[in-house]
């Protein structure tokens, strides 16, 4: 799918899906204390916050086996249990909203379109960040890494979605910041945006050939 030159009309969507992690929420602060919490408990050769912010992508298990090194693996199973209860508590600290997500969020429920959320963070962790930044009431179905048995770039979470929600996949659209999200979007037979904010390059995201790209959140409100 080549790359379209003009920028999408969202409006022209049933159903809009968005990640989590660098499309809607900066987490990365919170996420990085997090590690560096895990390597100081495993005592592990300790990373910068650009190393662990590079890391981030495809869930806890990924970062933690990308952070770790050679600790990693054979640690992983009780580092995921650590990983799990200090991040539930520290998840909505330094976590912050990117520009136009409310607007966003706002100019799509005032023209009835549907809204979900589909992330590889653990659920709990998930409603916590959604509820500090008070953004929970503006989803119909918020999809974590608890509801589904394969991750992004699987579509089982997208597929779940549309099921539920009954939108058919040529009137859904995914946006997301990572090459996981454009390849779910692609694998569920929905279209596809990237965002070149976040946590995968734009090379990267570029690479993937999503529908469209954009730099901004405040380029889908037709301004």
């Not at 560096?36 to 890391?55: G, P, V």
Request: charged share 30%; hydrophobic share 40%; aromatic share 8%.
């Amino acid at each position: 799918m080549e790359v379209k030159q003009k920028v999408i009309n969202i409006l022209d969507y049933d159903l809009v899906i968005f990640d989590l992690d660098g499309t809607l929420v900066d987490t990365a602060p919170d996420i990085v204390e997090t590690i560096k919490y895990i390597l100081n408990y495993f005592d592990c050769e300790m990373k910068t916050d650009e190393e662990i912010i590079r890391s981030i992508g495809g869930g806890a298990r990924k970062v933690l086996l990308k952070s770790m090194g050679d600790k990693g693996e054979e640690n992983i199973d009780e580092a995921l249990v650590v990983f799990r209860d200090y991040y539930i508590e520290n998840c909505a600290i330094k976590s912050t909203l990117y520009p136009y997500v409310t607007q966003l969020l706002d100019f799509l429920k005032k023209n009835h379109v549907s809204l979900a959320l589909c992330t590889l963070k653990i659920k709990e962790a998930t409603l916590r960040i959604l509820s500090e930044l008070r953004l929970v009431d503006y989803f119909d179905m918020i999809i974590t890494a608890d509801d589904i048995s394969v991750p992004k770039p699987d579509p089982q979470g997208i597929l779940k979605i549309l099921d539920q929600l009954k939108i058919s996949s040529d009137r859904a659209v995914i946006i997301g910041d990572t090459v996981s999200d454009i390849m779910a979007g692609k694998n569920g037979d929905i279209e596809t945006v990237g965002v070149i904010y976040g946590y995968d390059s734009q090379q990267a995201i570029e690479n993937a050939k999503p529908g469209f790209i954009i730099k901004n959140l405040n380029e889908l409100l037709g301004k």
